[in-house]
Nanobody, 121 residues
């Protein structure tokens, strides 16, 4: 199983970006998917999560500006970010919860490689 994150880049304050994270491999089902971010010199922090039945939850600092959604058919999770601020600058990571493989094996906690988001004028 691999998680591949993409979509980061440089954007001006007030702008928007959409991050994507596709899970590949012999996957049958994926439970929750999450986004985290890591500021320079800081620990990784949780940003948003979505369950298999599309229940979502957000860190207070992004609520109302970010939207997490998923495409189950493509095993992909997205993070739509609006009204970006300089303090959103970080490396963003996706993470899976429980994954059931086509073999019936259960796996947990795969991480994507991270994608840099820089908000600057």
């Amino acid at each position: 199983v691999q998680l591949q994150a993409s979509g980061g880049g440089l954007v001006q304050p007030g702008g928007s970006l959409r991050l994507s994270c596709e899970a590949s491999g012999s996957i049958s089902t994926i439970d929750a998917l999450e986004w985290y971010r890591q500021f320079p010199g800081k620990q990784r922090e949780w940003v948003a999560s979505i369950t298999s039945d599309d229940y979502t939850n957000y860190h207070g600092s992004v609520k109302g500006r970010f939207t997490i959604f998923r495409d189950g058919a493509k095993n992909t999770v997205y993070l739509q970010m609006h009204s970006l601020k300089s303090e959103d600058t970080a490396v963003y990571y996706c993470k899976s919860g429980r994954i059931v493989l086509t073999s019936g094996t259960t796996a947990y906690d795969y991480w994507g490689q991270g994608t840099q988001v820089t908000v600057s004028s």
